[in-house]
């Protein structure tokens, strides 16, 4: 069974940093894409950023490029989102996903992501 277990969230203003990391684990194929969602209260969940860890290959949402980076350890197992310039608008529940392809997976940066961690809460107040 696919584990993906977030941490790093917290609250910070304006212009701020934070790094989320995601310890990822049980893949039953190898080297499924990563990526980082985010969902803020009214809002639909929209991909943050996505990395295919074996080949270093990465994708960025408009808003968050130049400001995000997605990467991972030298064991490929954590994935982290570092993230700075923060701005208000990023506040939302951030979450992990994993590439499995099901009746319930979202489509993201050319994957079906269907495996998903319990999320981690960023503030950013002005």
């Known amino acids: 069974e696919v584990q993906l277990v977030e941490s790093g969230g917290g609250s910070v203003q304006a212009g701020g940093s934070l790094r989320l990391s995601c310890a990822a684990s049980?893949?039953?194929?190898?080297?499924?894409?990563i990526a980082w969602f985010r969902q803020a209260p009214g809002k639909e969940r929209e991909g943050v950023a996505s990395?295919?860890?074996?080949?270093?290959?990465?994708t960025y949402a408009d808003s968050v490029k130049g400001r995000f980076t997605i990467s991972t350890d030298n064991d490929k197992n954590t994935v982290h989102l570092q993230m700075n310039s923060l701005k208000p608008e990023d506040t939302a529940v951030y979450y992990c996903?994993?590439?499995?392809?099901?009746?319930?997976?979202?489509?993201?940066?050319?994957?079906?992501?269907?495996?998903w961690g319990q999320g981690t809460q960023v503030t950013v107040s002005s």
């Open positions: 996903a994993a590439e499995r392809t099901h009746s319930d997976s979202v489509y993201y940066a050319g994957y079906w992501f269907g495996s």
């Open positions: 990395i295919r860890r074996s080949l270093g290959l990465t």
């Open positions: 049980g893949f039953t194929f190898d080297d499924p894409a």
